[in-house]
DNA sequence: CTCCCGATGATTGTCAGACAATCTGACAAC
DNA sequence: GTTGTCAGATTGTCTGACAATCATCGGGAG
């Protein structure tokens, strides 16, 4: 069910560390989608058409389209009837469902902070000191996004429940797609790390409920920026 | 991007109220895979052979392929690679996670009650009543099943979000997976209109926090009462 | 007698090609 | 200006096929 973990359940062995990419072509294919589309190298609404996608990738087309399926599924791209799968152009209104929806999921792993696994913790810590690290070191527009999105996710993490976090991971995608589409041109993004460092001290003293309002301002900005900026298209 | 909406924009036309039925061959072999797994016709665990599927279904590999991937992607089948894809068999884990990712959704909305929609509230509501007119008449296990979880959902749909509803909707999914496997012989629903009731009572009044006690008990003693009949098979 | 090993059949993953149904756009007819 | 019709393009679906992989089972080595 995790793609990330090893499968075998050997107790303990000297081949730890060694897992095969046992993908198959759909799975490459819907990855090398989703990276065009993150990448903002598919503007949204592009028509994704089967034959030549398929030839373009070295596929068949039943293969392509099951990677399309995928694809849709996450909703990163919508079919209509008989007129075939295009990216998708994320509404205003998809952007603040979206919004409420992250707020509703990060808001019950952080009331869940006291109680959360040590394990969940040092994985928001450890999220955050990345993407700390990360701006330090003018990494690129892309790993930032990535690594502040981490941030977000390691604080659904906090539920201890794997469902929730692939709901954050699904919700979290669309959200990309948004940024994705918005800053296709001008790729600049803003350090936020003081305000995600404040967050954790917050939740390190105890003090979940002032945690909690804090995210929700952050969330309602992102929010209100991405919907400014997509309105004037 | 909403279902039920009617995707022409022409203001206001007599051709309100019209829609045809534009289901594909592969929703409705999904539809059809989906009904037998809710029905407890397929035990889980079975494998489903697609060949065989595909004859007996009259449809081809690839279109039952393609079904079969959107089971998958609900979480009511498992694929495992070169061995096709079997009905998921919900273990004790999997059961927890679904009850605590029950336990956000429907907490966030209970919560959102003052500041939701009129029209979520009465969705509430009517759910109940629908629920309770059900036990009065007597109606059959799966029905009752259906409308009890209805309800659930209808908590949801307190926050307005699309997106967390159709999350819901996704968990509900595999929890009827796994009461369909439990009272496969045995189907008695215990009548559980009382403590709904008592719930919608506590949030008219304005105890929201009250509300919100008495679903975590709810939701647990489901969450053990499945795990418990789970585990003596 | 037990255990490892290789052949055999079954099943999946993937491909190529094909056809009908439907959509789009343009053009002719009323 | 609306309606009818047609050609091209695209999707939805089917058929048939092939290699890769997996499960089973019988035989030979120890």
């Known amino acids: 069910m995790h793609p990330g973990e090893t499968s075998t359940d050997a107790p303990a062995g000297p081949f730890d560390g060694l897992s095969l990419e046992h993908s198959s072509t759909v799975d490459r294919v819907a990855e090398e989608l989703r990276r065009a589309v993150f990448e903002g190298e598919l503007e949204s609404g592009t028509p994704l058409r089967e034959v030549a996608l398929a030839e373009s990738l070295g596929v068949s087309r039943p293969t392509l389209r099951e990677a399309l399926a995928l694809l849709v599924a996450e909703g990163l791209a919508t079919r209509e009837p008989n007129r075939g799968v295009s990216v998708a152009s994320p509404d205003p209104e998809s952007v603040r469902d979206v919004s409420t929806a992250r707020t509703v999921l990060e808001t019950a792993g952080m009331r869940n902070w006291p109680h959360a696994s040590e394990e969940a913790r040092e994985a928001v810590r450890h999220a955050l000191t990345a993407y700390e690290q990360a701006v330090a070191a003018g990494a690129s527009y892309q790993e930032l996004n990535q690594r502040h999105l981490a941030i977000h996710l390691s604080l659904v ?3 201890g429940s794997p469902r929730l976090v692939s709901m954050a ?20 993004a ?22 909690v309002a804090e995210l929700g301002d952050h969330l309602h900005g992102a929010e209100d920026a991405i919907i400014e900026r997509l309105e004037l298209d």
Do not use: K, W, Y
């Not at 991971?169 to 600049?188: K, M």
């Not at 305000?195 to 002032?210: K, R």
């Open 169 to 188: 991971e699904s919700v979290v995608a669309e959200l990309r797609l948004a940024l994705a589409q918005i800053d296709r041109v001008r790729r600049n």
């Open 157 to 159: 993490g906090l539920t």
């Open 190 to 211: 803003r350090d936020q790390a003081g305000s995600h460092h404040h967050l954790l001290d917050l939740l390190e003293s105890g003090d979940v409920d002032a945690a």
